[in-house]
């Protein structure tokens, strides 16, 4: 990759951390989606299933206390004076409780279940006004008649059980389903999370071991150069071609060695094997240490 080797140790360096902290937001936003969904499907699980079990369950208090205050009606005659009051509050809330379910998504299983329930309550509100109405006539044969199996009181109250008691089975299966599936977008999620982490965990330590390649050996291979100068060893050339920092003193290195190799050892040689007459070797400038200007 040589458009690297040229890139300035700056911009390497920098490109390095940009790239690893895109990693990082990469594997946050995975992360974020991940959370956003289950935080999605939980809410489905809670109101779509959740509350309506909380609902029906309501409701099958409320019938229930309806039916035990009906006996109650009947057989305490004490208890009719506030008889009204509670019958009104608990119809309320089994009206209240029904509405809110009816108003959610329903399968074709509840609606059909749904329609069993209104057509067994209406026959049974009917069927238990009666009832009052032959308490308050104290008509008790009609009374005994509507509490007898299989009448048409007892009837509309077993198929409202029955048909409430079917929505909330209904709700606590889809209940189940949802959880499991919530469990296992949790282990998929789960799973894709470690797999990005370990993805940027393996880019990030080869990013790390190329610029340190990159950076360090051309460096390494310079100081082995700098120490064969410093024993004297003039022939070794670095030829580096690259353009970043590292290429450049490799660079002025080769062109240091070959002018001290050419122009002062090369000279050197030259007069102690009695060449004096050579052509003045020109200063670079007034600093120049190894040709002073006259």
């Known amino acids: ?5 040229d890139m300035k140790i700056g911009k390497k360096l920098i490109g390095g951390f940009l790239i690893v902290a895109l990693i990082l937001v990469v594997v946050a936003a995975i992360g974020y989606s991940s959370m956003g969904t289950m935080a999605t499907a939980d809410t489905e699980l809670y109101q779509g299933r959740t509350l309506p079990v909380e609902q029906l369950g309501s409701v099958d208090a409320d019938f229930q206390q309806m039916r035990a205050e009906l006996y109650r009606y009947i057989y305490i005659p004490s208890s009719r004076p506030t008889f009204d009051a509670t019958i009104t509050e608990l119809r309320g809330n089994i009206k209240k409780n029904m509405d809110a379910y009816r108003a959610t998504s329903l399968t074709g299983e509840e609606k059909t279940n749904l329609a069993k329930f209104d057509t067994n309550y209406a026959a049974f509100s009917t069927q238990y006004d009666a009832t009052i109405a032959s308490a308050d006539k104290n008509d008790m044969k009609a009374v005994d008649a509507a509490l007898a199996a299989g009448s048409p009181l007892i009837t509309a109250r077993t198929g409202t059980v029955t048909a409430y008691q079917a929505l909330i089975d209904v709700n606590i299966a889809e209940a189940n389903k949802l959880a499991k ?9 789960s799973l894709m999370m470690i797999i990005a982490t370990i993805i940027g965990l393996v880019i990030a330590i080869a990013l790390g071991l190329f610029l340190s390649k990159s950076i360090t050996g051309p460096i390494d291979i310079a100081n082995k150069n700098l120490k064969e100068l410093g024993n004297g060893h003039l022939g070794n050339r670095l030829k580096m071609n690259r353009k970043d920092e590292i290429g450049e003193m490799a660079t002025t290195m080769d062109a240091f060695s070959d002018d001290l190799q050419t122009n002062v050892v090369g000279v050197m040689k030259k007069i102690s094997a009695g060449q004096f007459k050579m052509q003045y070797l020109k200063p670079k400038d007034n600093q120049d240490g190894p040709i002073p200007a006259v």
Do not use: G, P, R, Y
């Not at 599936?181 to 999620?189: C, G, K, Y």
């Open 181 to 189: 599936t919530n469990q296992a977008l949790a282990s998929s999620s």
């Open 1 to 5: 990759m040589s458009f690297i080797d």
